[in-house]
């Protein structure tokens, strides 16, 4: 049970309602407060709580707290160190970590290194090196459970999940502040004042214009990718995708009355896979018949050769294998490959109107 609790972003709003929810129940103590220049909210704050540590932003700011509590016991420090010894104290067993910005992460990080239990509602933490701090997480046993509205709730949701696998979609939500409902010609003419007015929420200026544009929701979707391992999409149009489908089901399916193709692809695919020299995906359905695949079947030095984008015949026309084929050829490019799909000259219109770019007998992909 969590006894002791350092707030990096105390003054702000999930900084404030941490502080409520600690108002009503008396067991736990605050170690450190932290904010940015809010000198006064945090003067109250200090005298409230009483922590052991109080910090800001700047070295004008803390100067300015430390004389409004000289009669209190409290140390003052500031800047990036000031943040760092606030989340790694040993007084603290759980740090809530709901600074705005890049600042959030030396500091999340100091706090899984010190095995903290951590409240994350610092979201560029995850957006800008989620990887690390998962990984990192996992190495030194902390616990990152986020408590900032969608994540939360999809985390408590996935609370009884035995597997990842079990998951078909997440679904992130949105009021879409002041421009809901809006049409394009009205959009035009939007300003600053206009996305700062949301109508349900006061938050600081940057995040409200976040979430007047969606960019807020972006960064929310990066974010659930990151604390929930988990890719970008699962499934299309009620299909499952499957990242590592049978090889044998798929050579029988893609060569159905070549049994001489069905061993060549078979053989020479197992052998691609298992060196790193392939990726095959595949939608299938529920009952796991593929209907839909796709893959790299040569990758070395830089280069992902594609081919094979195969949908059933009774399925072609709605977008299935339309869907498929960018997910693979965008996942590679993201990676650094250089994607080219291999086809037949009939097929070049296709594939032309997903993104690829004609070159001689090649389609090259170009993000």
């Known amino acids: 049970m969590v006894q002791c609790v350092s707030i990096l972003g105390s003054t702000g709003s ?5 502080l409520d929810i600690i108002r009503r129940l008396p067991g736990i103590r605050v170690a450190a407060l932290t904010a940015g220049t809010s000198v006064e909210r945090m003067a109250q704050q200090c005298r ?16 300015a707290l430390a004389e409004r509590i000289n009669d209190l016991s409290i140390r003052v420090n500031f800047g990036e160190a000031g943040l ?20 959030g992460l030396k500091p999340t990080l100091a706090a ?23 990984a990192e997480a996992e190495k030194y046993g902390a616990e990152i459970v986020p408590v900032d509205s969608e994540h939360s ?34 959009l035009e003419t939007v300003t600053r004042a206009d996305a700062l007015k949301h109508p349900n929420w006061k938050m600081g200026a940057k995040i409200t214009v976040d979430c007047a544009t969606l960019m807020n929701k972006g960064l929310e979707v990066i974010e659930a990718m990151r604390l929930y391992r988990l890719p970008l999409a699962q499934e299309h149009q009620g299909y499952m995708l499957n990242r590592s489908p049978s090889v044998l089901r798929l050579a029988t399916q893609l060569f159905p009355q070549e049994p001489e193709r069905q061993d060549c692809y078979y053989s020479e695919t197992c052998t691609a896979l ?17 209907v839909s695949t796709v ?23 709605r977008g299935i294998g339309g869907w498929l084929i960018p997910y693979l050829a965008n996942e590679l490019a993201g990676e650094g490959w250089t994607v080219t799909f291999l086809c037949a000259a009939e097929r070049c219109r296709f594939y032309e109107r997903l993104g690829f770019v004609l070159q001689k007998q090649y389609v090259k992909y170009k993000l």
Do not use: W
């Open 274 to 290: 298992a060196h790193g020299f392939a990726r095959v995906l595949a939608l299938q359905d529920a009952a796991g018949r593929p």
């Open 153 to 186: 709730a999809i985390f408590q949701c996935l609370m009884g999940c035995g597997s990842r696998n079990e998951i078909r979609r997440l679904i992130l939500t949105c009021s879409g502040g002041p421009f809901f409902g809006m049409t394009r010609p009205q």
């Open 48 to 63: 409230e709580f009483s922590p052991k540590l109080a910090v800001m932003a700047t070295q004008e700011a803390a100067q």
């Open 14 to 18: 999930i900084g404030r309602q941490s």
């Open 84 to 103: 760092m010894e606030a989340a790694s104290m040993a007084d603290a067993d759980c740090v809530i970590t709901a600074v705005v910005g890049m600042v």
């Open 112 to 134: 899984i290194r010190a095995k903290k239990r951590i409240g994350l509602a610092n979201k560029e933490t995850l957006v800008c090196a989620g990887e690390l701090v998962m």
């Open 295 to 317: 893959g790299a079947y040569a990758m070395a030095n830089g280069e992902a050769y594609m081919a094979m984008g195969e949908t059933l015949p009774e399925l072609r026309g």
